[in-house]
């Protein structure tokens, strides 16, 4: 049994893995981190299938042709040295969301040497509009926690904290801690959700509310105001303003007096598909409820938060007008999970040269010059910091199979850096962190343990304007469309297509419909009513020019005029 530590969207879950005769066989939670308490979630179970997985990237290819690590270390020299370089504004580099101390000081190295060179990051699941809501509304940098273990009371808007809107099992352990019933004197919390698509976190909820997802604004302008946040003294009103309905106005009023109830011990949170308005709304309640400090603390951010879907764009315009002269894909597949209206495929063809990092031979393999093969989690030497600053070292479990290397490896070789193992990178990095006399018992200890001691970011005192937060949320929120509305998920089956090709996860049923090895789009039964639809029946759906069918399914507890569209599947 070996602890290390395990990635999964930008987010770092300390791990245990049990090998057998040097091979891995089953991955579990390390009870010392933080952020897995002793579990994790089916991806990380499934990752380690996604290790044996015969179709990954096997060799170096060079324009289609075998080549191999050798002739692209040679080529990354010549390429990335300041005489072909300049000062850089001719290269970008794209990686998912990077929580890698020693990938964040190759970063700087490239910085220095070549100053206008352009790093972006991207996930097509994010956390984006969440941090900049909490940006908008304390005005600092911050990352939020939500502590729901210390929450009588929890109002989650199209928020499946519980499902696949964390990405980390930490919200589940906390939360549950607050349903058991062990001892006299023990109670439990209480949740209400407000949702569209019936999700993991509305089947637990005690109060449920079908809300379409473009209404989610509305209604927590509604809360504001029946909770008169505006106000100096926190109070029920009684009065919601709007025309809501009798349920949608019985149900904010008999919310807004449990959170008034319990001031300092309740929480209200957003789900990634509100925009930044509604978390800034959001963190200005909890603010007045005075949350703050108490269930939602706030701490600095892993890495610098970006609008990453802005920085896309102005890529894609970069690479359209010809000032891309190379362009370094690093890990992922982003031209198939960058929308599809900056036809990220096409442009990545239009830059003078480029490279793909990938454990397979996906869309964005297809579309590069070099192609490499990816090492797996499991094969190579790294480390994460978790949303906490809690940083753990990741050790290998066994030899590449196919011979790929670190999305570290080759960041240190574009930033100029004779070629290294990852090994070599990574201790290079703790040791100078480290007293020398300590190096070799901590570096120990932190392999051991799979924590890296008196390496957690401290709390960042905030102070949220709850009147001001509000005023600057309520005339950025716009109200819902009529008519039909399309609102995309992760898929539990296979993500954003990340887990497309593993048996384990397509086997497994999506544990609200039940569904395996397909996707739908869900509907309301009054929808499908309306459309004439029944359970099987294909639909068009269509944006400009794009357009795609699939199959409708009537889902219980669903909001009405709403689809519920999951990513990850259209692949060949």
């Known amino acids: 049994h070996y602890a290390s530590?395990?990635?999964?969207?930008?987010?770092?879950?300390?791990?245990?893995?049990?090998?057998?005769?040097?091979?891995?066989?089953?991955?579990e939670g390390n009870p010392k981190h933080p952020y897995s308490l002793g579990a994790t979630n089916a991806f990380l179970q499934a990752s380690l299938l996604s290790l044996y997985d015969p179709d990954r990237a096997k060799e170096v290819q060079h324009r289609g042709a075998p080549s191999n690590w050798d002739e692209f270390a040679a080529w990354a020299k010549?390429?990335?040295?300041?005489?072909?370089q300049g000062d850089g504004s001719g290269l970008r580099i794209v990686s998912e969301n990077c929580a890698s101390p020693t990938l964040a000081v190759v970063r700087a190295d490239l910085q220095k040497r070549l100053p206008q060179a352009q790093w972006v990051e991207y996930e097509s699941v994010n956390l984006d509009a969440t941090r900049a809501g909490a940006a908008l509304a304390t005005g600092q940098?911050?990352?939020?926690?939500?502590?729901?273990?210390?929450?009588?009371?929890?109002?989650?808007?199209?928020?499946?904290?519980?499902?696949?809107?964390?990405?980390?099992?930490?919200?589940?352990?906390?939360?549950?801690?607050?349903?058991?019933?062990?001892?006299?004197?023990?109670?439990?919390?209480?949740l209400y959700v407000a949702e569209a698509n019936y999700s993991l976190t509305g089947a637990m909820a005690d109060h449920r509310l079908r809300v379409k997802v473009g209404d989610a604004g509305a209604l927590a302008l509604a809360l504001a105001q029946e909770l008169n946040v505006s106000g100096t003294e926190l109070k029920v009103l009684g009065q919601t303003q709007g025309n809501p309905s009798d349920k949608v106005r019985n149900y904010i009023a008999e919310l807004a007096r449990d959170l008034a109830a319990h001031k300092g011990k309740s929480i209200v949170v957003a789900g990634p598909r509100q925009p930044a308005a509604v978390h800034a709304l959001v963190f200005a309640i909890n603010a007045a409820l005075g949350n703050i400090g108490q269930t939602v603390v706030f701490t600095k951010p892993p890495s610098e938060p970006a609008n990453s879907l802005e920085r896309v764009k102005q890529l894609?315009?970069?690479?359209?007008?010809?000032?891309?002269?190379?362009?370094?894909?690093?890990?992922?597949?982003?031209?198939y999970t960058m929308p599809a209206d900056v036809n990220f495929g096409a442009a990545v063809k239009k830059a003078a040269a480029s490279v793909a990092l990938t454990e397979e031979e996906n869309e964005t393999w297809l579309a590069s010059e070099w192609r490499l093969p990816m090492a797996h989690a499991l094969e190579c030497w790294g480390d994460a910091r978790a949303l906490d600053g809690t940083a753990s070292i990741q050790q290998p479990m066994i030899e590449p199979l196919y011979g790929g290397r670190s999305v570290l490896e080759v960041a240190a070789l574009v930033a100029g850096r004779e070629p290294a193992k990852g090994y070599n990178l990574i201790s290079a990095y703790w040791f100078a962190e480290w007293p020398a006399a300590e190096r070799e018992k901590r570096w120990?200890?932190?392999?051991?343990?799979?924590?890296?001691?008196?390496?957690?970011a401290a709390p960042v005192n905030v102070a949220v304007d709850a009147k001001k937060a509000l005023a600057a949320a309520s005339g950025r929120i716009e109200p819902a469309r009529a008519g039909l509305e399309a609102a995309f998920y992760p898929s539990h089956s296979a993500y954003d297509g990340r887990f497309a090709n593993n048996a384990w996860m397509q086997e497994a049923p999506d544990p609200m419909t039940k569904v395996v090895w397909d996707n739908v789009a869900l509907i309301s039964k009054t929808t499908a009513g309306a459309l004439g639809l029944r359970d099987g029946d294909l639909v068009s759906l269509s944006k400009g020019q794009q357009k795609i069918e699939v199959p409708v399914m009537v889902q219980p507890g669903h909001a009405d005029d709403s689809i519920s569209l999951f990513l990850g599947y259209g692949r060949a």
């Open 141 to 190: 940098s911050v990352e939020p926690h939500f502590l729901f273990d210390k929450a009588d009371v929890v109002f989650s808007l199209d928020c499946d904290f519980l499902g696949l809107d964390s990405a980390s099992i930490l919200p589940v352990k906390q939360f549950s801690k607050r349903r058991r019933v062990e001892k006299p004197g023990d109670k439990m919390n209480r």
């Open 78 to 84: 010549a390429e990335f040295d300041v005489t072909k």
């Open 316 to 335: 894609v315009a970069d690479l359209n007008a010809g000032q891309v002269k190379t362009l370094v894909l690093l890990g992922g597949n982003p031209v």
């Open 5 to 27: 530590v395990a990635t999964f969207n930008g987010t770092a879950a300390g791990v245990i893995v049990t090998t057998i005769e040097g091979r891995p066989i089953k991955i």
């Open 444 to 456: 120990k200890a932190s392999l051991f343990d799979g924590i890296v001691a008196q390496a957690k």
